[in-house]
């Protein structure tokens, strides 16, 4: 066995082939699409590079097959954020089950990012943003994934433990009936807060596109960047997000909260594409585009995804997350029935409060995530991420 970094085409091909092999029998995989895997690696379109470097590798067998691979990475942003050690990354980890293999990648992860004066390495985790390719998949195997979201084999979390990783933190994925009735007591905190005149909520449209990137990373930035490991979001990252999702999107369920009239909330859902995606074969050309906009005219997806929620840490605790998601729902239940199924992603068991705000959304635990960390100096004590009170 041999671990080649991919420094040409036709390595970085292999890099993307892979899981096409690994997952051609398993039913739920669904294909990531070959241009946005391509453009994470790419400087000129991933803004992670203005701030940090990254790597790849594949492994292969002696008879020259690609058996695994990985990518390292650091953001000098980020790696001292809330840390108690300069902590770089890990991901897009693939591997076939062989635990050699798995430990050779990881070591050479892990030497490399400790040449770049890391002390511990997360992972699985994206080079950019939370809101993708984040953790890995122990539980929920019988579902097909969320877009951006990691599915795996069960295999792969035996390979992390065994290595020394540990768990950082889960993340959630809850999923509902978009018709099933919401829990009491969040109807309850809505009303206070509909009483109250100051308070106004309404959904995006696209011919105030501008007001509203404004909107959401204004409430991004007070609300979520003060976590560990999220950085602050620029203006230009706000309008490059918007624009990404801006084909898919539904403005509909596009919600945002003010409070007289500044914006103090957001709730961003969008149509769950894996949905459609999954007819492309990661190809968007043309043949692709065409199977993508035909399914799309159809209305194959019917099931809304919870990208993120966010509430500014002075309207925190009053009751705005419940009027919020009642504003939502009078629209999916009531006025707009397009979508029969919810999931809400990416909630961390460090965030009680949104736990318990999505518990009264209803629904269950529907797929677990794990986010490892693992520390170079094995004497160290290991801490989990901090409660977000």
């Known amino acids: 066995m041999r671990i080649e970094e991919v420094k040409d085409s036709p390595s970085a091909k292999e890099f993307l082939r892979l899981p096409v092999r690994l997952y051609k029998n398993e039913p739920y995989w669904i294909r990531p699409l070959d241009k946005d895997m391509n453009e994470l690696f790419d400087a000129k379109t991933n803004k992670a590079f203005r701030h940090g470097e990254c790597i790849r590798w594949i492994a292969k067998d002696s008879n020259g097959a690609t058996v695994g691979r990985v990518a390292a990475f650091f953001n000098k942003k980020t790696v001292n954020k809330d840390n108690d050690q300069p902590t770089g990354g890990i991901g897009y980890f693939e591997c076939v089950e062989n635990e050699e293999v798995a430990f050779a990648l990881f070591d050479r992860a892990k030497e490399w990012l400790a040449g770049k004066g890391m002390e511990a390495m997360d992972g699985p985790i994206n080079f950019g943003e939370r809101d993708k390719w984040w953790g890995l998949l122990v539980d929920g195997f019988d579902k097909e994934p969320n877009y951006s979201c990691n599915y795996n084999f069960a295999y792969y979390q035996k390979f992390f433990e065994n290595y020394g990783f540990k768990d950082y933190f889960q993340q959630y994925t809850y999923g509902r009936k978009t018709a099933a009735p919401f829990h009491p007591k969040i109807a309850k905190k809505a009303e206070r807060i509909f009483e109250d005149k100051d308070y106004r909520f309404e959904h995006l449209t696209k011919d105030k596109l501008e007001k509203y990137t404004d909107d959401f990373m204004t409430v991004y930035n007070k609300a979520w960047a003060k976590h560990a490991g999220v950085a602050k979001m620029t203006s230009l990252q706000a309008k490059n997000a918007m624009k990404q999702i801006k084909p898919i999107m539904d403005e509909k ?25 999954k007819y492309v074969n990661g190809k968007m050309d043309l043949v692709g585009k065409m199977k993508f906009l035909w399914h799309q005219w159809r209305k194959s997806c019917n099931k809304m995804f919870g990208v993120v929620f966010g509430i500014v840490p002075e309207h925190q605790g009053k009751g705005l997350e419940g009027a919020l998601i009642m504003a939502t729902a009078q629209m999916v239940q009531k006025d707009y029935h397009r979508y029969e199924d919810l999931e809400m992603n990416w909630i961390g068991d460090f965030n009680p409060k949104m736990i318990r705000v999505v518990e009264q959304v209803g629904g269950d635990v529907v797929k677990t995530h794990i986010t490892y960390r693992k520390l170079f100096d094995s004497d160290r004590p290991f801490k989990r991420a901090p409660l977000q009170h």
């Open 253 to 277: 369920i596009i919600w945002y909260g003010y409070y007289k009239d500044e914006p103090v909330a957001f709730f961003l859902l969008l149509p769950e594409v894996n949905q459609l995606f």
